[in-house]
Protein backbone atom coordinates (compact mmCIF):
# COMPACT_ATOMS: atom_id res chain seq x y z
CA UNK A 1 0.00 0.00 0.00
CA UNK A 2 1.53 3.22 -0.87
CA UNK A 3 2.08 5.69 2.00
CA UNK A 4 -0.47 7.96 3.05
CA UNK A 5 0.36 11.77 2.36
CA UNK A 6 -0.74 14.29 5.37
CA UNK A 7 -0.34 18.21 4.61
CA UNK A 8 0.63 19.76 7.62
CA UNK A 9 0.97 23.67 7.89
CA UNK A 10 4.42 24.31 9.74
CA UNK A 11 2.76 27.42 11.44
CA UNK A 12 0.09 25.23 12.60
CA UNK A 13 0.52 21.54 12.70
CA UNK A 14 -3.04 19.73 13.05
CA UNK A 15 -2.65 18.10 16.61
CA UNK A 16 -5.17 15.67 14.47
CA UNK A 17 -2.92 14.66 11.94
CA UNK A 18 0.47 14.84 14.28
CA UNK A 19 -1.92 12.40 16.94
CA UNK A 20 -2.22 9.89 14.48
CA UNK A 21 1.30 9.81 12.87
CA UNK A 22 2.27 9.49 16.59
CA UNK A 23 0.36 6.74 17.11
CA UNK A 24 1.53 5.20 14.23
CA UNK A 25 5.16 5.66 15.81
CA UNK A 26 4.62 4.10 19.05
CA UNK A 27 2.97 0.94 17.10
CA UNK A 28 5.88 0.60 15.44
CA UNK A 29 5.08 2.20 11.62
CA UNK A 30 7.25 3.90 9.73
CA UNK A 31 6.67 7.58 9.40
CA UNK A 32 8.23 10.29 7.22
CA UNK A 33 8.48 13.75 8.08
CA UNK A 34 10.14 17.04 7.81
CA UNK A 35 12.94 18.33 9.90
CA UNK A 36 14.87 21.73 9.08
CA UNK A 37 17.46 19.30 7.35
CA UNK A 38 16.10 17.15 5.18
CA UNK A 39 12.94 15.08 5.58
CA UNK A 40 13.51 12.09 8.31
CA UNK A 41 12.25 8.47 7.96
CA UNK A 42 11.19 7.80 11.70
CA UNK A 43 10.65 4.74 13.70
CA UNK A 44 10.49 4.28 17.29
CA UNK A 45 14.09 4.50 18.63
CA UNK A 46 13.46 2.19 21.70
CA UNK A 47 11.83 -0.59 19.38
CA UNK A 48 14.27 -2.81 18.02
CA UNK A 49 11.94 -4.20 15.07
CA UNK A 50 10.53 -0.97 14.31
CA UNK A 51 14.34 0.35 13.85
CA UNK A 52 14.86 -2.50 11.68
CA UNK A 53 12.00 -1.56 9.26
CA UNK A 54 13.73 1.73 8.43
CA UNK A 55 17.33 -0.72 7.58
CA UNK A 56 14.78 -2.81 5.37
CA UNK A 57 12.86 0.14 3.85
CA UNK A 58 15.74 2.10 2.91
CA UNK A 59 17.90 -0.87 1.83
CA UNK A 60 20.75 0.69 4.82
CA UNK A 61 23.52 -1.81 5.64
CA UNK A 62 23.35 -2.66 9.36
CA UNK A 63 26.69 -1.58 10.27
CA UNK A 64 25.45 2.00 9.50
CA UNK A 65 23.65 3.79 12.60
CA UNK A 66 20.52 5.92 12.64
CA UNK A 67 20.22 9.34 14.79
CA UNK A 68 17.46 9.49 17.53
CA UNK A 69 15.46 12.48 17.45
CA UNK A 70 14.14 14.05 20.61
CA UNK A 71 11.87 17.01 22.24
CA UNK A 72 14.98 19.02 24.07
CA UNK A 73 18.00 18.38 26.30
CA UNK A 74 15.91 16.25 28.97
CA UNK A 75 14.48 13.36 26.05
CA UNK A 76 18.35 13.44 24.55
CA UNK A 77 19.48 12.82 28.33
CA UNK A 78 17.60 10.06 29.10
CA UNK A 79 19.09 8.22 26.14
CA UNK A 80 22.63 9.18 27.28
CA UNK A 81 24.74 6.84 29.56
CA UNK A 82 26.97 10.06 30.64
CA UNK A 83 26.69 13.79 29.04
CA UNK A 84 29.75 15.34 28.70
CA UNK A 85 30.99 19.19 29.64
CA UNK A 86 31.21 19.34 25.10
CA UNK A 87 27.52 18.24 24.78
CA UNK A 88 26.28 20.43 27.25
CA UNK A 89 27.80 23.37 26.15
CA UNK A 90 26.84 22.45 21.98
CA UNK A 91 23.26 21.43 23.05
CA UNK A 92 22.82 24.60 25.03
CA UNK A 93 24.12 26.44 21.92
CA UNK A 94 22.81 24.98 19.30
CA UNK A 95 19.33 22.82 19.84
CA UNK A 96 17.18 22.80 18.12
CA UNK A 97 19.30 22.66 15.38
CA UNK A 98 20.92 21.58 12.74
CA UNK A 99 23.52 19.67 15.07
CA UNK A 100 23.96 15.91 15.61
CA UNK A 101 25.81 14.55 19.34
CA UNK A 102 27.27 11.55 19.91
CA UNK A 103 27.62 10.73 23.01
CA UNK A 104 28.12 7.16 25.35
CA UNK A 105 24.50 5.64 24.76
CA UNK A 106 22.23 4.53 27.64
CA UNK A 107 21.47 0.90 28.06
CA UNK A 108 17.61 1.09 27.43
CA UNK A 109 19.16 2.51 23.40
CA UNK A 110 18.48 -0.89 21.09
CA UNK A 111 21.89 -1.79 19.93
CA UNK A 112 20.03 -1.94 16.63
CA UNK A 113 20.20 1.70 16.57
CA UNK A 114 23.39 2.47 17.13
CA UNK A 115 24.66 -0.61 14.81
CA UNK A 116 26.02 -2.47 17.72
CA UNK A 117 28.16 1.40 18.83
CA UNK A 118 28.25 1.87 22.26
CA UNK A 119 27.79 5.66 21.45
CA UNK A 120 24.17 6.76 20.58
CA UNK A 121 23.98 10.04 18.31
CA UNK A 122 20.77 12.73 19.36
CA UNK A 123 19.74 15.56 17.84
CA UNK A 124 16.35 18.11 18.78
CA UNK A 125 15.36 19.65 15.05
CA UNK A 126 14.28 22.47 14.58
CA UNK A 127 11.05 22.39 13.01
CA UNK A 128 7.23 22.87 14.11
CA UNK A 129 6.34 19.77 12.84
CA UNK A 130 8.73 17.44 13.79
CA UNK A 131 8.81 19.14 17.29
CA UNK A 132 4.94 18.46 17.51
CA UNK A 133 5.78 14.94 16.49
CA UNK A 134 7.88 14.32 18.60
CA UNK A 135 6.25 15.30 21.86
CA UNK A 136 3.33 13.64 20.68
CA UNK A 137 5.12 10.47 19.75
CA UNK A 138 6.55 10.32 23.66
CA UNK A 139 9.09 8.14 21.91
CA UNK A 140 13.21 9.04 20.78
CA UNK A 141 12.51 8.59 16.94
CA UNK A 142 15.25 7.15 14.69
CA UNK A 143 15.41 8.65 11.46
CA UNK A 144 17.70 8.85 8.89
CA UNK A 145 17.40 10.69 5.71
CA UNK A 146 13.89 9.44 4.07
CA UNK A 147 15.39 7.99 0.95
CA UNK A 148 17.23 4.58 -0.82
CA UNK A 149 20.12 4.17 0.77
CA UNK A 150 23.08 6.32 -1.60
CA UNK A 151 20.45 8.16 -3.15
CA UNK A 152 20.23 12.06 -2.28
CA UNK A 153 18.08 12.98 0.57
CA UNK A 154 15.01 14.54 0.54
CA UNK A 155 13.96 17.95 0.86
CA UNK A 156 10.52 17.83 -0.47
CA UNK A 157 7.71 15.15 0.40
CA UNK A 158 7.78 14.57 -3.23
CA UNK A 159 11.21 13.41 -3.09
CA UNK A 160 10.60 11.08 -0.57
CA UNK A 161 7.37 9.52 -2.31
CA UNK A 162 9.21 9.03 -5.52
CA UNK A 163 11.66 7.16 -3.48
CA UNK A 164 10.20 5.12 -0.68
CA UNK A 165 6.25 5.45 -1.59
CA UNK A 166 5.44 1.66 -1.29
CA UNK A 167 7.77 1.17 1.38
CA UNK A 168 6.31 3.00 4.08
CA UNK A 169 3.04 3.97 6.24
CA UNK A 170 2.90 7.54 6.28
CA UNK A 171 4.16 10.94 4.63
CA UNK A 172 3.80 14.47 6.17
CA UNK A 173 4.17 17.34 4.20
CA UNK A 174 5.33 20.20 5.79
CA UNK A 175 6.91 22.26 2.64
CA UNK A 176 10.80 22.31 1.73
CA UNK A 177 13.51 22.18 4.18
CA UNK A 178 15.17 25.22 4.99
CA UNK A 179 18.89 24.29 5.80
CA UNK A 180 18.63 21.35 2.83
CA UNK A 181 21.43 19.57 4.05
CA UNK A 182 22.40 16.97 6.89
CA UNK A 183 22.83 17.52 10.22
CA UNK A 184 26.48 18.45 11.24
CA UNK A 185 27.41 15.40 13.37
CA UNK A 186 30.00 15.56 15.88
CA UNK A 187 31.44 13.11 18.25
CA UNK A 188 31.16 14.00 22.27
CA UNK A 189 32.84 10.93 23.33
CA UNK A 190 36.38 11.97 23.93
CA UNK A 191 38.15 14.82 25.33
CA UNK A 192 38.53 16.92 22.08
CA UNK A 193 35.32 17.54 20.30
CA UNK A 194 35.27 15.89 16.15
CA UNK A 195 33.87 16.39 13.38
CA UNK A 196 32.53 13.29 11.90
CA UNK A 197 29.76 15.28 8.83
CA UNK A 198 29.95 18.67 8.26
CA UNK A 199 26.93 20.25 8.13
CA UNK A 200 25.87 24.00 7.78
CA UNK A 201 27.47 24.32 11.59
CA UNK A 202 31.27 25.04 11.37
CA UNK A 203 34.10 24.26 13.06
CA UNK A 204 34.38 27.79 13.67
CA UNK A 205 30.71 27.62 14.98
CA UNK A 206 31.36 25.18 17.21
CA UNK A 207 35.10 26.12 18.35
CA UNK A 208 33.19 29.80 19.79
CA UNK A 209 30.50 27.39 21.53
CA UNK A 210 33.42 26.26 23.50
CA UNK A 211 35.20 28.71 24.05
CA UNK A 212 36.66 28.78 27.93
CA UNK A 213 36.26 25.42 28.23
CA UNK A 214 39.68 24.25 26.90
CA UNK A 215 37.76 22.01 24.30
CA UNK A 216 39.40 21.83 20.75
CA UNK A 217 37.65 21.04 17.78
CA UNK A 218 38.83 18.61 15.41
CA UNK A 219 37.75 17.16 11.83
CA UNK A 220 37.68 13.64 11.56
CA UNK A 221 39.72 12.18 8.14
CA UNK A 222 37.34 10.08 6.10
CA UNK A 223 38.84 6.63 6.10
CA UNK A 224 35.97 4.26 4.49
CA UNK A 225 34.52 4.10 1.05
CA UNK A 226 31.56 3.04 -0.49
CA UNK A 227 31.41 -0.79 -0.81
CA UNK A 228 34.34 -1.18 1.63
CA UNK A 229 32.48 -1.63 4.84
CA UNK A 230 32.31 -4.09 6.93
CA UNK A 231 30.36 -6.20 4.00
CA UNK A 232 33.43 -5.68 1.77
CA UNK A 233 35.60 -7.16 4.64
CA UNK A 234 36.54 -3.71 5.58
CA UNK A 235 36.48 -1.80 9.09
CA UNK A 236 33.39 -0.95 10.98
CA UNK A 237 33.25 3.08 10.15
CA UNK A 238 33.84 5.94 12.74
CA UNK A 239 30.35 7.10 11.28
CA UNK A 240 28.59 5.94 8.49
CA UNK A 241 28.64 9.78 7.01
CA UNK A 242 31.92 9.31 6.55
CA UNK A 243 31.20 7.04 3.37
CA UNK A 244 32.58 8.30 0.35
CA UNK A 245 29.46 7.55 -2.00
CA UNK A 246 26.27 8.26 -0.11
CA UNK A 247 24.56 11.47 -1.10
CA UNK A 248 24.90 10.69 -5.54
CA UNK A 249 22.30 11.55 -8.24
CA UNK A 250 22.21 8.85 -10.97
CA UNK A 251 24.00 10.55 -13.56
CA UNK A 252 27.75 10.95 -13.72
CA UNK A 253 28.71 13.96 -11.64
CA UNK A 254 31.89 16.17 -12.56
CA UNK A 255 32.86 18.14 -9.96
CA UNK A 256 35.21 21.27 -11.11
CA UNK A 257 36.85 24.64 -9.75
CA UNK A 258 35.87 27.96 -11.38
CA UNK A 259 39.90 27.83 -12.95
CA UNK A 260 38.95 24.94 -15.16
CA UNK A 261 36.14 26.61 -16.71
CA UNK A 262 37.61 26.65 -20.47
CA UNK A 263 38.79 22.68 -19.92
CA UNK A 264 35.34 21.74 -18.69
CA UNK A 265 33.88 23.73 -22.00
CA UNK A 266 36.30 21.98 -24.15
CA UNK A 267 35.30 19.07 -22.79
CA UNK A 268 31.61 19.69 -23.51
CA UNK A 269 32.54 20.13 -26.81
CA UNK A 270 34.57 17.52 -27.51
CA UNK A 271 31.80 15.20 -25.57
CA UNK A 272 29.19 17.17 -28.01
CA UNK A 273 31.34 16.71 -31.38
CA UNK A 274 30.84 12.67 -30.27
CA UNK A 275 27.14 12.54 -30.36
CA UNK A 276 27.28 12.58 -26.68
CA UNK A 277 24.93 14.13 -24.80
CA UNK A 278 22.78 15.39 -27.96
CA UNK A 279 19.85 13.19 -28.79
CA UNK A 280 17.30 11.32 -26.05
CA UNK A 281 19.26 7.79 -26.23
CA UNK A 282 22.40 9.67 -24.67
CA UNK A 283 20.53 12.31 -22.15
CA UNK A 284 20.52 15.11 -20.94
CA UNK A 285 23.23 17.31 -19.01
CA UNK A 286 22.70 19.94 -16.61
CA UNK A 287 24.98 22.16 -14.75
CA UNK A 288 24.92 23.79 -11.68
CA UNK A 289 27.04 27.24 -11.69
CA UNK A 290 27.68 29.79 -9.50
CA UNK A 291 30.09 32.18 -11.66
CA UNK A 292 31.45 29.97 -14.73
CA UNK A 293 29.76 29.94 -18.30
CA UNK A 294 29.80 26.94 -20.04
CA UNK A 295 28.47 26.05 -24.03
CA UNK A 296 25.34 24.40 -22.75
CA UNK A 297 21.33 25.50 -23.83
CA UNK A 298 19.61 27.44 -21.50
CA UNK A 299 17.51 25.15 -20.52
CA UNK A 300 21.22 23.16 -18.78
CA UNK A 301 22.03 25.61 -16.34
CA UNK A 302 20.86 25.77 -13.06
CA UNK A 303 22.05 29.36 -11.78
CA UNK A 304 23.22 28.63 -8.19
CA UNK A 305 23.49 30.87 -4.91
CA UNK A 306 26.62 32.84 -3.58
CA UNK A 307 25.45 32.39 0.07
CA UNK A 308 26.23 29.13 1.34
CA UNK A 309 23.01 28.71 3.35
CA UNK A 310 20.74 29.37 0.23
CA UNK A 311 23.41 27.13 -1.95
CA UNK A 312 22.32 24.23 0.50
CA UNK A 313 18.91 24.82 0.72
CA UNK A 314 18.59 24.21 -3.05
CA UNK A 315 21.44 21.40 -4.02
CA UNK A 316 19.48 18.26 -3.74
CA UNK A 317 16.32 19.76 -5.49
CA UNK A 318 18.30 20.84 -8.42
CA UNK A 319 19.78 17.00 -8.28
CA UNK A 320 16.67 15.57 -7.61
CA UNK A 321 15.33 17.52 -10.59
CA UNK A 322 18.14 16.58 -12.98
CA UNK A 323 17.32 13.03 -11.95
CA UNK A 324 14.05 13.25 -12.75
CA UNK A 325 14.40 14.17 -16.04
CA UNK A 326 16.86 11.52 -16.27
CA UNK A 327 20.52 13.81 -16.69
CA UNK A 328 23.40 11.57 -17.55
CA UNK A 329 25.81 13.70 -16.68
CA UNK A 330 25.83 16.81 -14.37
CA UNK A 331 28.71 19.15 -13.98
CA UNK A 332 29.01 21.27 -10.80
CA UNK A 333 31.21 24.16 -10.28
CA UNK A 334 32.79 23.67 -6.96
CA UNK A 335 31.76 26.52 -4.41
CA UNK A 336 35.19 28.10 -2.28
CA UNK A 337 37.28 26.16 -0.26
CA UNK A 338 36.45 28.29 2.70
CA UNK A 339 34.53 26.91 6.19
CA UNK A 340 31.40 28.47 5.77
CA UNK A 341 31.28 26.03 2.54
CA UNK A 342 32.58 22.83 4.14
CA UNK A 343 28.92 21.20 4.41
CA UNK A 344 28.23 21.74 0.68
CA UNK A 345 31.52 21.12 -0.40
CA UNK A 346 31.20 17.83 1.61
CA UNK A 347 28.03 16.47 -0.07
CA UNK A 348 29.44 17.53 -3.55
CA UNK A 349 32.61 15.82 -3.26
CA UNK A 350 30.77 12.44 -2.40
CA UNK A 351 27.87 12.90 -5.09
CA UNK A 352 30.74 12.51 -7.99
CA UNK A 353 31.98 9.32 -6.86
P1 LIG B 1 21.73 9.79 8.08
O1 LIG B 1 20.76 9.43 9.11
O2 LIG B 1 21.70 8.96 6.86
O3 LIG B 1 21.74 11.27 7.80
O4 LIG B 1 23.15 9.47 8.74
C1 LIG B 1 23.29 9.36 10.14
C2 LIG B 1 24.62 9.93 10.52
O5 LIG B 1 24.73 9.94 11.93
C3 LIG B 1 25.74 9.11 10.04
O6 LIG B 1 26.24 9.63 8.88
C4 LIG B 1 26.77 9.20 11.15
O7 LIG B 1 27.69 10.23 10.84
C5 LIG B 1 26.02 9.57 12.33
N1 LIG B 1 25.91 8.56 13.39
C6 LIG B 1 24.79 7.95 13.80
N2 LIG B 1 25.00 7.20 14.88
C7 LIG B 1 26.30 7.31 15.17
C8 LIG B 1 27.14 6.75 16.21
N3 LIG B 1 26.62 5.97 17.16
N4 LIG B 1 28.44 7.08 16.19
C9 LIG B 1 28.94 7.88 15.24
N5 LIG B 1 28.20 8.45 14.26
C10 LIG B 1 26.90 8.16 14.22
MG1 LIG C 1 21.08 9.66 4.50
Not at 145 to 150: D, E, G, I, K, L
Given at each position: MPAVLHPVDPRHPDPGVIGLAATMLRHGKLVAFPTETVYGLGANALDPDAVAAIYAAKGRPAWNPVIAHVPDVAAARALARSWPASAARLAAA?????LTLVVPKA????DVATAGLDAVALRVPDHPVALALLRAAGVPVAAP??????QISPTTARHVQASLGDRIDCILDGGPCAVGIESTVVDCTGSDVVILRPGMITADDLARALHGTGIAVRIAVRTVSHGAGPEAGGPAPRSPGMADRHYAPQGDVWLFDPTQQDEVAAALQARAATGAGTGADTGTIRALLRTATLPLPAGSVVPMPDDPAAYARRLYAALHDADADGAVLIVIERPPDEPRWSGVRDRLSRASR
Open positions: FWPGPAQVPSANRFT
